[in-house]
């Protein structure tokens, strides 16, 4: 007969046989099952549902099976009546906190949209948060060499042009020379990252890219490749991404992927010119290649250069877009729309493509511009959480901290930043976006405290710096700061270019908002003056709203800071009497106009841009339409770098890379126009027939017109 302790000994290995069992035929069940999801494209977290219930309910499971006989016998005891609900409701919370908001139905899913010609398309696509996030990070060279040092910025943007066409992939292009930022900034959101070597040796391109872990950085895979054609080698690599990211086969083949050279150019040498950004030169290399045309007509259009130009180029990377996927092909559709002033075209087909490319940054972007321009705070804040609830990244978590200060949801947005710091801490990057919600939020002590440990530990900020110090100094002296929405409130326009900035205020709130771009919450920093603070750099603008004779507000000083660097820029009041006024002279409705400007002049003595179109209808009117035709074809041509030229009656000017723009004469050898408020051009007519160009410039401090015949502006006829 067994002893008592013999009974328990085997009672314990029986207990750990039949657990062994279950976690063998636990972990094969998952194995079949991971199998059975991904052939099925079901999704993947029930494996990991059922991982945790077959450990969470291992406690329930070893104390049954140690007392299996009386328990069988329904003689059940006080702590096993606490122990198994108390487990299974444990789980039960763990389970629906961390999977609660998770899809666990078809990892893909169908989208119908309308293409350009009005046809309605399916596409069978998969899911935002099944899809595998992967940072791309620039390639160092292997040696230095200053000739080809612009490639190592090109792979990791090439790569992820060519991921994006994998909708199993949402692939972000990031820049990092060191491994600790590169692992602080990936580890937070993603398993793993991408980087690489490359050397180029007698026309061979050499590339090394390596497949690394975010926790640590270390290598998980690499591949080196050598050719000496560079657009297959970024090919290759992509092929080598995928294969080592995508556990079937099958999901390799499923979209379409065009070869980088089809979606940019074949020329090198274009290659590089849009590398740098010098989107015109590249055009002149490969007159088809569309994305030099379509992001040069972005940068255009986000900064509001000259509407002539930006149509121009939009037209070009439209004519030219169907070689691009069809991602890119609809963007530029949408940035048609948007350069036309198509808003209701452009949100819709936004809508449509926002389904297929939920994670796509710049469909997000146009979104968050659109709800700026109809200063939409609600509608901001509803995308960008939803975003941020279904996929959380770096980007979707940056956009949902925005929406959040701008609508005052200051308590959400610190515990967003606590999610942060748990997950990197002691970064300069959230410390400062910690320092920047509590200064917003009015919590000047906590904010100061914050402020002088990212001084003390990260002492690059200069002109930022002193801004926040004078401004919490002024505000604990001064706390009924007020900003006057009834002088200070609207649109104001750059003299230099088409830019516009409105001031307005919503929900207690001030803002700033600049044409095509995201707005911003403004920080009222003395009576009338507003700062405007980006929160993850240390940038921004300070924004002094200036008075004339008649003691009207009627421009702003806007000073742009950068770390130790700044920029003065001016911004003149434009009210819609005014904007009317120029839309009539655009259309060439010019009954009444005189007048019309007139009285403008009177109520606004300081926009001297008035007086020069008062002197353009004057200097018209004296004239009769052919005169000004044969006026405006004796000077076309070119002169250098400059070029004039008349299309439907109108004469234009184009030089180097700035913007097309029309000129308005205001006599017989000065023009002006309305792009460019501070510029004027003026012709000089030499013996011999010869003409010559040059500009006037007006200096905003002064107050005057200076005139710029150096040798840099004064060119003859060619």
């Known amino acids: ?80 009546k606490i122990i198994f609900p108390t487990n299974f409701l444990i789980l039960g919370t763990v389970l629906y906190f961390f999977f609660g908001s998770t899809d666990l139905g078809s990892t893909t899913k169908q989208i119908s949209f309308t293409n350009e010609f009005g046809t309605l398309e399916t596409q069978t696509i998969t899911k935002e948060e099944f899809r595998i996030g992967i940072p791309i990070y620039n390639f160092q060279q292997k040696a230095k060499d200053t000739a080809n040092s612009w490639i190592g910025n090109t792979i990791n943007e090439l790569i992820k042009l060519d991921l994006d066409q994998d909708k199993n992939f949402a692939p972000e292009k990031k820049y990092s020379n060191n491994t600790v930022e590169k692992v602080k900034a990936s580890s937070i959101f993603h398993k793993y990252y991408v980087d690489g070597e490359y050397e180029v040796k007698d026309g061979v391109y050499n590339i090394t890219s390596t497949l690394r872990n975010s926790k640590n950085g270390k290598e998980v895979k690499r591949t080196e490749l050598s050719g000496e054609d560079f657009f297959a080698l970024i090919d290759q690599i992509s092929v080598f991404i995928k294969e080592n990211l995508l556990v079937r086969d099958e999901l390799i083949d499923r979209y379409i992927d ?59 990377a439209y004519r030219y877009k169907d ?20 808003w209701d075209d452009a949100e819709e087909l936004l809508k449509y493509q926002l389904e297929i490319e939920p994670n796509n940054v710049s469909y997000n972007r146009l979104l968050y511009i659109i709800y700026s321009e109809t200063k939409n705070l609600e509608g901001f804040y509803n995308h960008a959480k939803n975003r941020f609830d279904k996929i959380k990244n770096e980007k979707s978590a940056q956009d949902y901290y925005v929406s ?83 002088s200070q409130s609207g649109v104001y326009r750059s003299p230099s270019n088409e830019q516009q900035v409105e001031y307005f205020e919503k929900d207690g709130g001030v803002f700033i908002h600049y044409k095509n771009q995201i707005m911003n919450r403004g920080i009222v920093s003395k009576n009338n003056r507003l700062l405007s603070l980006d929160p993850t750099w240390v940038s921004g603008t300070h924004h002094i709203f200036v008075k004339d004779s008649l003691d009207s507000i009627y421009k702003v000083k806007i000073n742009q800071f950068n770390r130790d660097k700044s920029s003065i820029f001016y911004y003149f009041k434009e009210t ?30 300081n926009h001297w841009f008035l007086k020069d179109i008062l002197q353009h209808l004057n200097y018209i009117e004296s004239l009769d339409s052919q005169a000004i035709q044969k006026q405006f074809s004796k000077i076309a041509g070119t002169y250098s770098n400059r070029v004039f030229w008349v299309e439907d009656n109108k004469l234009y000017y184009k030089r180097d890379n700035l913007t097309r723009i029309e000129l308005l004469p205001i006599s017989k050898t000065r023009y002006i126009n309305l792009s460019k408020y501070v510029t004027n051009l003026e012709f000089e007519f030499l013996k011999e027939n010869k003409i010559a160009s040059f500009a006037w410039s007006y200096d905003l401090e002064k107050d005057e017109w200076v005139k710029l015949d150096g040798e840099t502006n004064y060119f003859l006829k060619n």
């Open 1 to 80: 007969m067994s002893s008592p302790e013999n009974k328990k000994k085997n009672k314990w290995k029986k207990v750990i046989q039949v657990v062994a069992a279950y976690l063998v035929a636990a972990w094969t069940f998952l194995q079949f099952l991971d199998w059975t999801l991904v052939r099925y494209q079901i999704s993947p977290y029930w494996v990991d549902i059922l991982l945790w219930v077959f450990v969470g309910v291992l406690p329930s499971l070893i104390i049954y099976l140690f007392n299996a006989e009386r328990i069988n016998d329904k003689k059940i005891k006080l702590r096993e």
């Open 258 to 316: 065009l070869d980088i050279k089809e979606i940019t150019t074949e020329s090198m040498k274009a290659l590089k010119l849009w590398s740098n950004r010098e989107y015109e030169k590249a055009v002149e290399e490969d007159k088809t290649f569309a994305l030099a045309y379509f992001y040069n007509a972005q940068r255009r259009t986000t900064f509001s250069q000259g509407e002539l130009e930006e149509k121009y180029l939009i037209d070009k």
């Open 323 to 342: 070689k691009l996927p069809y991602q890119l092909q609809f963007e530029i559709l949408m940035y048609k729309h948007i350069v036309y002033n198509r």
């Open 404 to 486: 959040l200060m701008l609508n005052s949801k200051y308590k959400k947005a610190k515990n967003l930043i606590k999610l942060f710091e748990l997950l990197a801490p002691d970064v300069e990057e959230v410390t400062r976006i910690k320092a920047y919600t509590f200064l917003l939020s009015g919590d000047i002590d906590e904010a100061e405290k914050i402020y002088k440990k990212i001084n003390l530990r990260w002492p690059k900020e200069s002109i930022y710096r002193d801004l926040v110090e004078e401004y919490i100094t002024y505000k604990r002296n001064n706390n009924n700061l007020r900003f006057d929405k009834i």
């Open 576 to 605: 819609e009497e005014i904007r009317s006024a120029y839309e009539l002279l655009k259309s060439g409705k010019k009954e009444g106009l005189k007048e019309t400007f007139e009285l403008l002049i009177e109520k606004y003595p």
